[in-house]
Every structure is written in C-alpha cells, then in structure tokens.
C-alpha cells in the first residue's frame, strides 16, 4: 500500500515516509492509492479493540518495514476502552466514550498510535525529530503525553492563548523535558498555519528534521477509524443495522476517519456533522462555496476552526460539492443552545456532556423525528466534561467528578512561551529551545 498526495496522484510514499513526514512535499496530505473492501464477516474473531485495529490496518501497513510491528503498535495505543453507552431514557441513542485515555479525549488514540508507530523508525543519532502540533484545546496535550520522554523526538505545541480552558492550557503547558509549548497571539487558524509555514521552510526543514502530530498526519487517522468500526460491529452484531453517528467537528479529522471506516464496508449509516458557532462547512455543504474565514471563539473551543484542513481530503474522495453534500449533513449550533443542551441533558438523563459532546447532543435534538427514528444513533463523546469544569459546573451547580489521570497532570507545574502569529516567533522560539 502506497499513499498520494491530495494535490497529485503521481507523489506518493510508504506508510513510513508518509507518518514520519506528515504533509507531502507539494503541501498536500496522504490518503491511501486505494480503500480494502471489507465484509463484516472478516471481523467474527475480532473481540477487542486491538483486534478490530490490527485487522482493519493490516492493508495499509502491507509492505511495509512497519508491518512486523503493527500487533504491537495497536496494543499499545489501544489499551484504554471506546465503550458504547445506551442513553437510559432515549431508545435508539447511544454514546460512543472517547475520554478514557491518558488526557480525556479522543485524540489519546491517534497520538499514541502515532507515538507507537514512529517508535519503530529508524532515527538519526544527535538530530531527534520535532514534532509541530497546532492544538486548539485537546490535540496538543494528547500528543504531548505520547512523546514525552521519548529520546528520538521533541514535542512543539503551539496554542492559541486566552483561547483553550484553563485545564486544557495545563495540560498542553505542564510537560517540560522534550515538550515545549507556545502560547501563539492569535486564533487556531494562525497556529496551523505557523505549522504549515514551517514545513513550506526550506531552511527550517534543514535545521530540524520536521514532522507533524495533527490530523493532517496520515498516523492520526488512520487509527481514528478503528474506533468507528469496533463501535459500528458491536451494535450490528447487536441489531443487525448499521448505526448512524454524531461527529463534534472542527478540523474534520474525526470526520475523515468515520467516512474512511464507512468506505471500507464496515456498518455505517449516515454521518451527522454537529459544528460551533464557526459555519464554514455547513455553509459550504450548503452551497458549494468554500469560504474559509477567521474562527469565532465559542464554548467549543476544540472545535473552533474556520479553515479545517482535512476538508482537502473530503473534497479529494468527492470533488463535486453536491456529491459530498449527499454524504453528509451538518449543523451549525450556538452557544446558547449548548448551555441549553448541557442543562436539559443532565436534568432529563443524567448525562455531564463537554461543550463538545453537547453540540452533537443539540444536533441529535434537532433533527427530524422520523429521521431519529430509523436507526440507531450514536453521539460521539469526545472529550471529558472535567476538563471544562468552568462552562459545565455553573450549568449543572454541581461539580464534575475528575478522572484521576486528568487530575495528576493538574498537580504539575506549567511552563510556556509567549510568541507572536509569525513564522519568525515560531523560528526564533524553536532556535532559542533547541538550538541548531
């Protein structure tokens, strides 16, 4: 299996060079040449977690030098549940958890797979590889978790100040040692671009030897599928139907992955996009006019995005607008009636949804009854309610339990650079940290 840049066909890499490079040379990013085709049948051994991952990324990993390491690496990254919860009180709705990992959110498993899979590469003795991470709340610090320590690689996490909750901000800024966080003057569109910027620097790229940790790294996703067809597999072997879900969505990472495990045959039914206040994708979906625009800061705050990058790999699996229109359907919801769903969720379920979860919770609310009604939904829970105890708990006049691993990192202290929204603060923060 080879992997294509977006932008042209003919530029392609291993599975190694694509991870360990993370955007393609022309600023494109990886997807796979082709999808394997699956039945559901090829999954009947396949009982946990690691399983449905090794079976489902043994494709893509054929051929390659990583091969012989794939059980490894899933058993590795995978060593934490994605439980699927039924909703008590609503029939037809479930909850798929993400939260259990180290840092509370979904992107404990790609950051780890990541982690596990660059693990296994050769590296250069004396120049460790810089990993750069824009973050716009849960990203940085799942990544940071994942690498630190590690001897090969340094952690670059750039975020945007005053606009992640303060417990996200401890966790992207506690680390030290290899992890180095920068607080960037502006919003999470400037800090991925600083990204971009710098692997577009022939010059930086000579200085350090440069990859990325976003969900523009092919390693990101990839294992982001898994959970998808584990969770769609358990509810058909419970339903025989395939269940329809509820995706936060800011970068469209998570997205990608879903519609991924979807064209690879696994049971998926339609794919409900809940956005923020930020509506450039259910504007475009709606019209066919792309139209990136600075983001809004909303309750939201991981989703506030408003060039999501990953919408170049939708648009490159379904160039006419109308034909990814048809395969998906987003909503745009306010903060207002994410306060309004935390509250009534809690009151009605006994459910402590994050800002984020609650925003596909709203989405769910809001759509047709009869639509509701055809299948099995399943809400995407992608981040711990705890680690936004200052928007949850004067909602709920309760506090929200912590989980333990979320708590020690509470307990470090916290370290960051401030740098302006230049690639020269980017350069200068990255020479003054790890000299050349």
């Known amino acids: 299996m080879r992997f294509a840049s977006t932008r042209d066909a003919a530029l392609t890499a291993t599975l190694s060079e694509a991870i360990r490079q993370g955007i393609a040379p022309d600023g494109g990013l990886y997807v796979p040449e082709r999808f394997p085709s699956f039945q559901i049948s090829d999954f009947d051994r396949a009982g946990t977690l690691p399983d449905v991952a090794e079976r489902l990324l043994a494709p893509f990993f054929a051929g390659d030098a990583m091969a012989e390491h794939l059980s490894q690496v899933v058993r590795e990254a995978f060593n934490f549940p994605a439980p699927v919860k039924d909703i008590a009180g609503r029939e037809g709705l479930s909850v798929l958890e993400l939260f259990h990992g180290p840092t509370a959110a979904f992107k404990d498993f790609g950051a780890r797979f990541l982690a596990a899979c660059l693990e296994r590469q050769p590296h250069e003795p004396g120049r460790p590889l810089t990993i750069l991470v824009a973050t716009s709340g849960d990203t940085g610090g799942a990544v940071a978790a994942a690498f630190h320590g590690k001897p090969w690689a340094r952690v670059v996490v750039l975020f945007p100040e005053g606009l992640v909750s303060p417990r996200q901000q401890q966790q992207l800024t506690c680390w030290g040692g290899n992890v180095s966080s920068l607080a960037v003057a502006g919003t999470f569109d400037d800090c991925q671009r600083l990204v971009k910027e710098a692997f577009a620097d022939d010059g930086l790229r000579q ?4 990859s990325s940790a976003n969900s523009i790294n092919i390693g990101r996703l990839l294992p982001q599928s898994v959970y998808y067809a584990a ?11 395939a269940a329809g879900y509820v995706v936060p969505s800011g970068n469209l990472g998570n997205v990608v992955a879903c519609l991924w495990a979807r064209e690879m045959g696994l049971p998926i039914g339609p794919v409900e996009l ?4 930020n509506r450039t994708v259910p504007d475009f979906l709606e019209t066919g006019e792309w139209r990136p625009r600075p983001s809004v800061a909303t309750l939201a705050s991981a989703m506030d995005v408003g060039n999501p990058s990953n919408m170049e790999r939708l648009r490159w699996m379904h160039p006419d607008w109308r034909t990814l229109a048809a395969q998906l359907n987003a ?7 994410i306060r309004d769903r935390i509250r009534a969720d809690f009151d009605a379920l006994g459910e402590t949804w994050c800002p984020h979860t609650a925003t596909a919770a709203e989405a769910y609310a809001c759509m047709p009854e009869a639509r509701r009604g055809e299948r099995r939904w399943v809400l995407v829970a992608t981040a ?4 936004f105890d200052e928007i949850v708990e004067p909602l709920l006049g309760t506090r929200v339990p912590v989980p333990p691993a979320l708590a020690e990192l509470l307990e470090l202290p916290s370290r960051f650079t401030r740098i302006p929204a230049s690639l020269a603060g980017l350069v200068a923060a990255l020479c003054d940290e790890w000299p050349p």
């Open 207 to 210: 200085r350090f030897e440069l």
């Open 231 to 241: 969770s769609s597999l358990e509810i058909w072997r419970r339903e025989r139907r």
């Open 274 to 277: 809940a956005h923020n206040a």
């Open 331 to 337: 909503q745009s919801i306010d903060d207002g009636r």
């Open 384 to 387: 711990h309610p705890a680690k």
